[in-house]
Nanobody
Framework: AHLVESGGDLVQFGGSLRLSCAASGFYFRVYDMSWYRQAPGKERELVAV????????NYADSVQGRFTISRDNAKNTVYLQLNSLKPEDTAMYYC?????????????WGQGTQVTVSS
């Protein structure tokens, strides 16, 4: 299994970015997909999650209304649209694939893409 994030960049306060996560090596469309982030000195936190079929999404309170998660199962890719960015959004953003199989969770992680927001 392989997840590759891209799209991270240095952006000014109030700017926008679109992160992508390309999946390979597993049956993407049966996995729930999430974006997490980790800032220096802080724990990794869940930002957004989308169900395997794309019909359900959830967001952290801190990004609700500013970030949008989506997926394209035909392209094995999940996206995170980041709008109205703030300096506190600065972090490494990670893509995660997860599903429950035979009573155990299967988890795959990407290497991350850096988002830096200047004030």
């Amino acid at each position: 299994a392989h997840l590759v994030e891209s799209g991270g960049d240095l952006v000014q306060f109030g700017g926008s970015l679109r992160l992508s996560c390309a999946a390979s090596g597993f049956y993407f469309r049966v996995y729930d997909m999430s974006w997490y982030r980790q800032a220096p000195g802080k724990e990794r936190e869940l930002v957004a999650v989308i169900s395997s079929g794309g019909g359900s999404t959830n967001y952290a309170d801190s990004v609700q209304g500013r970030f949008t998660i989506s997926r394209d199962n035909a392209k094995n890719t999940v996206y995170l649209q980041l709008n109205s960015l703030k300096p506190e959004d600065t972090a490494m953003y990670y893509c995660n694939a997860k599903r429950l199989r035979a009573g155990a969770w299967e988890n795959y992680w990407g290497q991350g893409t850096q988002v830096t927001v200047s004030s």
